[in-house]
Every structure is written in structure tokens, then in C-alpha cells.
């Protein structure tokens, strides 16, 4: 299996294991690949608008429906660069978006004799500042700017570009209340300064896009968990679309929507599918989630995402394709019922009555 189910840590005892144990290697790129991503028709519209107009989309919706991951799926399907992510904090600035400046770092350079002061070893480069970099010829960046080589943004550009870069802007609704329409401000503008190297450049150094390379314009997708409004003048200036939880096929789905279990098959393949139909322990854990997601009778305040869905078949799921006869109440109860509220149950009433919830759950299964 990919994911071992051995209790690695047990928190009694005053004595270590003889050996250390060997914990399950998770690769978090696995899980962000763009091609295992399914959008809904509806979701597909919305961006194809936004690549119609070149604005950004604006996706709203709750946490873990796949908002982010929409820009993988862009820049996968597309061949374009990126997605070059940058995650707002409450005190983010509008310039943030483009790059940081490390001023103490520059500072104590400065201080100390025989460091290397120069300003440039101390800029960092984020999402939309290396989109527009990336839209411009390296030379730009060696000779105009004079970056030295060993800067991430020089050492992995390509040369002379030829595609846009996919930029996701995550969380938006955490900035401060003026920061959106600075973003947007700059983003239509393509512009920003530089201004901690013009003296050593001795000039105004801005960084844009030329006349040119507009069809090299970003493909920027930014999200909201919705935890506080957006101004109204930075909603008109995107495409929107709210990203909902995907139906179930026991709901009858609309032709060609995408379905939980559409989601699932493509994510974890031969863990969930077994000569084309679910395995009944994947039928039984989708059936679980639906009770979860959609029952009356579960009184959640907080119902799970799709994302915690997933994390969750992760553990109970065997590798490739195991589990076709085996039911969910066939695994060890404890360790079900724990997993449950690790992953589904995270509200400290809903985690009390876990193991009522599951019977309930299994008495209703039998009709």
C-alpha cells in the first residue's frame, strides 16, 4: 500500500521504539497534478470567458471544492507556465504580489565587511512579478535589470517566452480592504516599480510588459472563502463563477456533469475502481460522505469538503483496486471511527458522537 496504516505514534511509555519508525512519504506535487482535475461545464464557461476577455476569474465557493486547483488544471491542459501561486495574508500589500524586498538582510550586508551588498541578491520575485518576468526575454532580466544568475527567476526562465503564465491569487477575502482593487489596479496595468534598485541603477526601474507581448498577458484565477465581502469595483472587474459541491450519481447528475464519483476515479484510479464500477468499500465510503454532506438527520455545523473526502479515502482505501468485496463496517472499528473524526468530524460535538453517527448511518443502509 502507499500509505501504510500502522499507528506510528502512541504516546505512553517512557522508553523510545528500538528503532525509529518509517514514516509514509507523502508527494504533495502528486496531488496537484492538473490532469486529475474535473471541471463542470458550467466551471469550463467561466473560464473560458476569462480567457476570452483576459480578465481575471474570480472563484468563490467553500473550502476544499478545488477553487485552487483550478489554475493546475488551466496550466496543465493549456501547456503554460506556472501556476505561480501567491496565498494573501492580512497584511498583505499590493505590491507583495509582484515581489519582496529582504531589507534587514540588506541591512546587516551593508554592516558587515566583504558581504555583497548589492540590492539585487536581496529581491525575491513572487506570482505576478514573475509571470510578467517570464513574459519578457531572459536578456531583460541580465541586462536591463542586471538580476544576477543565481536568482530563481533567472535561473528557471525560459529563455525567450512564448505562452502566458497561469497566476493564482488565493484567499483574496484575507486582504485588507483597499489591497483588491490595488491588485487589480497593477494587474491591468502590468506594471510595477522597483524602486529599492534604482539607485543603484540610477533611474526609475519599471518592470512591463511591452507593446508587444500582450498575448502574453497572465491567466489569473483568484479565490475567496467568501469570510468577508469584496469591493464592489473589484467584482465588476472580473469574470465570476461560484464553485459548488459536485453532485452525487445517486442525485441524477445533469449530462456531463461531473460527479463525486467522476472525481474520485480519476484521483485515486485503482484504489476506487475495479473493472470499470467503484469497489463496494468505495461505494460504501461515497455512500457515508453523501449521509455526511446531505443528511437532515446529521446535524453538522461543518460539513466535509471533497478535499477532506479525499484525504480520507487515502486512509481507508487499499491499494489498487483491494477492497472489492470488503464493506466499510468489515474495517477495525476503532480505527475507522478515529480516522472519521481526524478527517470528516472536525467540530468537537460532531467528533463526540461519531460512533452514533456511523450506526445511524449503517442502520439506515439496511433499509
Not at 92 to 99: A, K, Q
Request: proline share 7%.
Amino acid at each position: 500500500m502507499s500509505m501504510k496504516k500502522n499507528a506510528y505514534f502512541s504516546g505512553q511509555g517512557d522508553t523510545r521504539p528500538s528503532s525509529r519508525p518509517e514514516l509514509p512519504t507523502v508527494d504533495p506535487a502528486r496531488f496537484r497534478d492538473g490532469r486529475g482535475y474535473r471541471a463542470s461545464q458550467d466551471l469550463a464557461a467561466a473560464v473560458n470567458v476569462a480567457l476570452t476577455l483576459r480578465i481575471p476569474l474570480l472563484l468563490t465557493g467553500e473550502p476544499g471544492s478545488g477553487k485552487s486547483r483550478l489554475a493546475d488544471r488551466i496550466a496543465w491542459e493549456l501547456d503554460l507556465y506556472g501556476p505561480w501561486e501567491f496565498v494573501i495574508k492580512s497584511d498583505t500589500r499590493g505590491t507583495d504580489l509582484f515581489y519582496n524586498f529582504d531589507t534587514v538582510g540588506r541591512f546587516h550586508a551593508a554592516s558587515t565587511p566583504e558581504a555583497d551588498a548589492n540590492a539585487r541578491n536581496f529581491i525575491t520575485f513572487n506570482a505576478m512579478g514573475r509571470a510578467i518576468l517570464y513574459a519578457r526575454p531572459k536578456s531583460f532580466l541580465t541586462e536591463v535589470l542586471k538580476l544576477p544568475e543565481h536568482l530563481e527567476v533567472v535561473r528557471e526562465h525560459p529563455g525567450q517566452p512564448d505562452r502566458p503564465s497561469v497566476v493564482l491569487i488565493d484567499e483574496i477575502d484575507k486582504a485588507p480592504r483597499d489591497v483588491p482593487n490595488d491588485i487589480l489596479t497593477e494587474i491591468e496595468g502590468m506594471r510595477f516599480r522597483i524602486p529599492e534598485l534604482e539607485a543603484a541603477q540610477g533611474g526609475d526601474v519599471d518592470v512591463a510588459l511591452s507593446g508587444n507581448d500582450h498575448h502574453l498577458r497572465p491567466i489569473i484565477i483568484i479565490t475567496s472563502n467568501s469570510e468577508k465581502a469584496l469591493p464592489d469595483a473589484f467584482v465588476r472587474r472580473c469574470a465570476y463563477f461560484n464553485v459548488k459541491s459536485p453532485p452525487f450519481r445517486q442525485d441524477n447528475p445533469q449530462p456531463g456533469e461531473t460527479s463525486v464519483e467522476d472525481i474520485i476515479a480519476t484521483r485515486l484510479g485503482k484504489r476506487f475502481i475495479r473493472d470499470g464500477k467503484p469497489t463496494t468499500l468505495g461505494e460504501d465510503a461515497i455512500a457515508f460522505f453523501r449521509h455526511l454532506r446531505r443528511s437532515d438527520a446529521v446535524p453538522l455545523e461543518r460539513r466535509p469538503s471533497m478535499a477532506e473526502f479525499i484525504d480520507w479515502l487515502r486512509l481507508i482505501l487499499p491499494e489498487e483496486g483491494g477492497g472489492v468485496s470488503q464493506r466499510l463496517a468489515d474495517l477495525d472499528r476503532n480505527k475507522l471511527l478515529n480516522d472519521i473524526r481526524a478527517i470528516l468530524l472536525k467540530e468537537p460535538g460532531a467528533q463526540e458522537k461519531a460512533k452514533e453517527i456511523f450506526e445511524d448511518w449503517e442502520k439506515s443502509t439496511r433499509g
